[in-house]
């Protein structure tokens, strides 16, 4: 696993955290990264991405409210969350990935938590 989480925690309802995504063994600048999240009885899916030249792209969900962007010379990838929602409580992950595909194994995640 080349990609770790951190920065998740319990938060209330309108809220803020910031995820980090940090790189080992490999240049985060080559790669498509991803944020992903898997909330308890449903699929992960891809909340935000940034290309290779920082474009980002995200899910309908949580556009205008996180925000995705990359620090190549520390080799992170960050997910800034405001106005968190409960119905983003979950274990969030992050990964490289090409097209679909994601290319390495899942690390153990972060969990975020969002209190009514």
């Known amino acids: 696993v080349q990609l770790q989480a951190s920065g998740g925690g319990l938060v209330q309802a309108g809220g803020s955290l910031r995820l980090s995504c940090a790189a080992s063994?490999?240049?985060?600048?080559?790669?498509?990264i991803g944020w992903y999240r898997q909330a308890p009885g449903k699929q992960r899916e891809l909340v935000a991405s940034?290309?290779?030249?920082?474009?980002?792209n995200y899910a309908d969900s949580v556009e205008g409210r996180f925000t995705i962007s990359r620090d190549n010379a520390k080799n992170t990838v960050y997910l800034q969350m405001n106005n968190l929602k409960p119905e983003d409580t979950a274990v969030y992950y992050c990964?490289?990935?090409?097209?679909?595909?994601?290319?390495?194994?899942w690390g153990q995640g972060t969990l975020v938590t969002v209190s009514s």
């Open positions: 940034i290309t290779i030249g920082g474009s980002p």
């Open positions: 063994r490999m240049f985060i600048s080559k790669y498509v």
């Open positions: 990964n490289k990935k090409y097209g679909p595909t994601v290319l390495d194994k």
